[in-house]
């Protein structure tokens, strides 16, 4: 004797459902639960991407720099040949500005450092630091921009590790002492730039 199953769903024509409906459903809520779980996953990874834009300097920030000699990245090479070393700038305060020929907002904030760069002469210092390129394209960023300040070269990225800098562009600024002061992630206009000057190198 067979038992008539309880609770069987129906169709709405009355006649009963398979097993096959129900398992079909089920999985279908499930494929849809896993949707859901895929798109709020994909709104974290968004907002997480986003934080880490901003927090490495994506739109501009400034990071507080750790004090202690700037000497402490030793030697550089000079982009023209031949070497420097931070030494040479003692007595009179430094900006370091790292760039690339594959960084737009390096690109973009060049001139206005030359600007800056030529009203400060004699009193405060400009070093150039091409990042990651060969001469000659760093060569190119220079032509293109115009600067005229002293250029270094760091292939390996070691000075701009040795800064604690994480994005690009990143802009240093060394006191007459040849002690770090501060330390910016993203592009300076000219202005925003006097004025880091002013405030942290000239007041």
Not at 34 to 59: M, N, P, S
Request: hydrophobic share 40%; proline share 5%.
């Amino acid at each position: 004797m067979t038992r008539s199953p309880r609770n069987r769903p129906t169709r709405t024509d009355g006649t009963a459902r398979p097993q096959a409906d129900a398992a079909a459903t089920r999985t279908a809520d499930a494929g849809r639960g896993r949707k859901r779980w895929y798109a709020g996953g994909a709104i974290a990874l968004a907002a997480i991407a986003l934080a880490l834009v901003v927090a490495t300097g994506g739109t501009g920030t400034t990071k507080q720099a750790s004090p202690g000699p700037a000497d402490k990245a030793g030697s550089f090479e000079l982009l023209n040949g031949g070497s420097g070393t931070f030494d040479t700038y003692r007595g009179k305060p430094l900006v370091v500005n790292f760039f690339a020929s594959w960084c737009t907002p390096c690109l973009a904030e060049l001139p206005g450092f030359e600007r800056v760069g030529q009203d400060l002469q004699g009193q405060v210092g400009f070093l150039g630091v091409n990042l990651k390129d060969g001469v000659r394209a760093g060569q190119r960023v220079v032509e293109q921009t115009g600067i005229t300040y002293t250029v270094a070269r760091d292939p390996d990225g070691k000075l701009f590790q040795s800064f604690g800098a994480v994005a690009m562009p990143t802009t240093v600024f060394i006191d007459a002492g040849g002690n770090i002061v501060d330390l910016n992630s993203g592009e300076l206009s000219a202005g925003e730039l006097r004025d880091r000057i002013d405030k942290v190198l000239l007041s």
